[in-house]
């Protein structure tokens, strides 16, 4: 048996998340299904970590094993010619058995993009969370450090999550800002938060960002972040943002 590992990319428009669920299209299913249609093995396709319904991912690391003999430097334009245009492997290269993509992940990089112009961006339109009114983006910078380092992150979690354990570290949370080239008023016209840590629960990143966006929005406080941190209550925080806007960056190990 060999052991192979891949990066991949995929539109997280279409389908219901990673995972395969009963009667749903998933990231996985089709992953699996495109293994079985050309080795006609039946894999389970082990990933870095799931994604949600409507969630991206630019570089998610996958893994499965395989007794196909068919060259490494192969498996990729043969994946890629039996999957959806949606989802397409960049990299494949042979591992130790023991390698696993979720279990070996040293650190995991979320990016959330906010449209933050009065009008959407047609091209971009699947990718980020469209915000048309004024958002204060130095109140937002104000609220992130106060999340480095290791916290208990239960205010950020769903209630519905299986974790008994919430507590994680970051390692970095930065904001980033552009301004469109068609508006011709020079204000910012996107936003891109970026998350990296040792590991995510369920939502936080999204529950981060719709807290984040109240604090824009002047419905809360700049300081309002530590004390919601501090209060490990889910009710504390701000609402669960959009999935569209949410994609999954980088995978390191």
Same mark, same amino acid.
Not at 186 to 215: A, D, E, H, P
């Given at each position: 048996?060999? !052991? ?6 995929? /539109? ?12 749903? /299209? ?10 079985? @249609? ?13 994604? /949600? ?9 996958? #893994? ?7 060259? =490494? ?6 994946? #890629? ?39 959407? %961006? $047609?091209?971009?339109? #699947? ?8 958002? #204060? ?21 769903? $209630?519905?999550? %299986? ?6 570290? @970051? ?7 552009? =301004? ?22 369920? !939502?936080? =990143?999204?529950?981060? =960002? ?13 300081? /309002?972040? @530590? ?27």
């Amino acid at each position: 048996m060999r !052991n192979l590992r891949f990066t991949i990319s995929y /539109d997280g428009t279409a389908y219901s998340g990673y995972q395969i669920q009963p009667k749903a /299209d998933t990231i996985q299913y089709r992953l699996e299904q495109a293994v079985y @249609l050309l080795t006609g093995e039946t894999v389970k396709v082990i990933s870095s970590g799931r994604t /949600d319904a409507g969630v991206h991912a630019k570089a998610q690391v996958i #893994n499965f094993l395989t007794a196909s003999k068919i060259p =490494v430097e192969r498996w990729c334009l043969a994946l #890629n010619a039996r999957l959806p245009r949606d989802i397409v492997a960049h990299t494949a290269e042979e591992v130790p058995l023991t390698f696993h993509s979720r279990k070996a992940a040293k650190r995991k990089t979320y990016c959330f993009t906010i449209r933050s112009a009065r009008f959407p %961006d $047609v091209f971009h339109r #699947n990718y980020e969370y469209h915000h048309p009114t004024h958002l #204060n983006v130095e109140a937002m910078r104000e609220a992130l450090p106060c999340l480095l380092g290791e916290h208990d992150f239960t205010s950020f979690c769903t $209630v519905r999550t %299986d974790k008994e354990i919430k507590v994680r570290t @970051l390692h970095e949370v930065r904001l980033e800002t552009e =301004v469109d080239e068609i508006a011709l008023d020079g204000k910012i016209s996107r936003i891109r938060i970026y998350i990296s840590g040792n590991g995510f629960l369920y !939502n936080m =990143v999204r529950i981060i =960002v719709g807290t984040l966006l109240q604090i824009g929005e002047g419905k809360k406080p700049s300081s /309002d972040m @530590l004390r919601i941190l501090e209060a490990k209550d889910r009710n504390q925080a701000g609402p669960t943002a959009e999935a569209i806007g949410l994609t999954l960056w980088r995978v390191e190990y």
